[in-house]
């Protein structure tokens, strides 16, 4: 059975950092692709960054310069790691994993796996 854990979630003040985890089991993450998303209060869920099986990694333009994507495939473990937070980045925070083609990885249908979602929250 397949699963992914999401930890690392709180509470910080503009300008703070956190740091993600995604801990996956069932599969062999080293062959999949493997994304962070988000979904803000009364909006739909977005890609945030996501990183291929050969490495390559993606962004979204609004996180750019303060996120880096991670991944330790011996510990089957995804990071995010997030700098210099701002109040727009308070979302549910989830890692998803899959068989992406096409570039898309910030599609969300893409992806096959999904964790149950980690809360940050970034006050002014």
């Known amino acids: 059975q397949v699963q992914l854990v999401e930890s690392g979630g709180g509470s910080v003040q503009a300008g703070g950092s956190l740091r993600l985890s995604c801990v996956t089991s069932?599969?062999?993450?080293?062959?999949?692709?493997m994304a962070w998303f988000r979904r803000a209060p009364g909006k739909e869920r977005e890609g945030v960054a996501g990183?291929?099986?050969?490495?390559?990694?993606n962004y979204a333009d609004s996180v750019k310069g303060r996120f880096t994507i991670s991944k330790d495939n011996a510990k089957n473990t995804l990071y995010l790691q997030m700098n210099s937070l701002k109040p727009e980045d308070t979302a549910l925070y989830y890692c998803?994993?899959?068989?992406?083609?096409?570039?898309?990885?910030?599609?969300?249908?893409?992806?096959?796996?999904w964790g149950q979602g980690t809360q940050v929250t970034v006050s002014s």
């Open positions: 998803a994993a899959g068989w992406v083609y096409g570039g898309r990885w910030y599609d969300q249908y893409a992806y096959n796996y």
């Open positions: 990183i291929y099986s050969d490495g390559r990694v």
């Open positions: 069932g599969y062999t993450s080293g062959r999949v692709s």
